[in-house]
């Protein structure tokens, strides 16, 4: 009998799920609000509804289990903690509960280990058995693949790369600490940056394309005038990179592995990046590493939430129960 696991995003707005095959297929998928300002109870009741009825299409035995990527850190008995964005959340054992209302083996994670874990079975992880997966949105997250599988550490927090610091004397982040890799590069930093630099740079096509009003600065934004020869906004992407390539530097160093991934939406800005990344990297790392560092885009995109909570289901499922 063919095998499919149910993969679900747990996002602050949407929750959204599907059914992924064995090769990384989704054969069927849905959405629903999250809702997350109703409390744990009700997005327990969420995730499940829409679990039930993505289930209700399959006959008994096909539904290998749930995989979950949850944002905030998940320990070892699977309590997701206080995860952004989430009123009233403490710590909320949440393959559970889910497993408990829908009777279908269930296993969360953090999203960016999901994001690694889909990468390391479906996507550009699937040849290289060691690497650093980065995702780089309005946080910075990080997997660790070693030996294909993920590493958690004993709390369950391993794969903190956002946190890693690249200036000690540097802006406060979010975490508390002071000049993490976060505090350069998460979407809000970023923008917040730009913002300020703009006003010695007004001629940058950057503030033409957001008429002027520097709330609307998005990462696509400046990607868009990057792609139009922008100068200011293309040294934007070179700085960015070279940000995250001291940080990878950093890692790859540490962890003696050669390859990293990049995915999240700040990585769309594409070969600018890249390049610095790149250069970076072959730049600061130790010889030995440096000489065959490469950092490739992540291949799963809009859709690496699902698929990598459904690689996670398949991974850790298999021989397990609720």
């Known amino acids: ?96 509960e889910v497993g408990k209302i829908t009777g279908l083996k269930t296993i969360v994670d953090n ?26 949105g309005t946080g910075i997250g990080g997997g660790i693949i070693i030996g294909g599988k993920i590493y958690r550490g004993p709390t369950g927090g391993a794969g903190e790369i956002g946190h890693v610091t690249i200036n000690f004397n540097g802006p406060k982040c979010n975490c508390g600490n002071y000049g993490c890799a976060e ?3 998460g979407q809000k930093y970023l923008s917040s940056w730009v913002a300020e630099e ?33 100068e200011f906004a293309i040294n934007v992407w070179k700085k960015t990179g070279f940000y995250v390539g001291v940080m990878l530097a950093s890692v790859m160093n540490l962890f003696d592995i050669t390859v990293a991934i990049i995915g999240g939406g700040v990585a769309k800005a594409g070969k600018i990046l890249f390049d610095s990344i790149n250069e970076t990297v072959k730049s600061r790392a130790l010889k030995p590493i440096a000489e065959k560092a490469i950092v490739i885009p992540a291949m799963l995109g809009n859709k690496a939430g699902i698929l990598g909570a459904g690689a996670l289901a398949f991974e850790e499922l298999t021989y397990t129960s609720v």
């Open 1 to 96: 009998m063919k095998k499919f696991a149910i993969g679900v995003d747990l996002g602050g707005t949407f929750i959204k799920a599907g059914i992924v095959d064995e090769t990384g297929n989704i054969v069927l998928e849905d959405s629903i609000p999250t809702e997350a300002e109703k409390g744990p109870s009700h997005v327990i009741e969420q995730i499940s509804k829409i679990v039930k009825k993505l289930a209700q299409n399959f006959d008994e035995g096909e539904i290998l289990g749930v995989g979950i990527g949850a944002p905030g850190q998940v320990d070892p008995e699977g309590g997701v903690k206080y995860p952004p964005n989430f009123p009233g959340w403490t710590v909320v054992y949440l393959a559970k």
């Open 111 to 136: 999203d960016a280990n999901v994001a690694a874990i889909g990468e390391a079975k479906f996507g550009a992880g699937k040849e290289h058995p060691n690497f650093i997966m980065v995702t780089l």
């Open 183 to 185: 505090a350069y590069v």
């Open 198 to 230: 703009l006003k010695a740079n007004s001629n940058s096509k950057i503030i033409e394309l957001i008429s002027g009003d520097l709330s609307k600065i998005e990462p696509y934004i400046i990607s868009l005038a990057a792609e139009q020869g922008d």
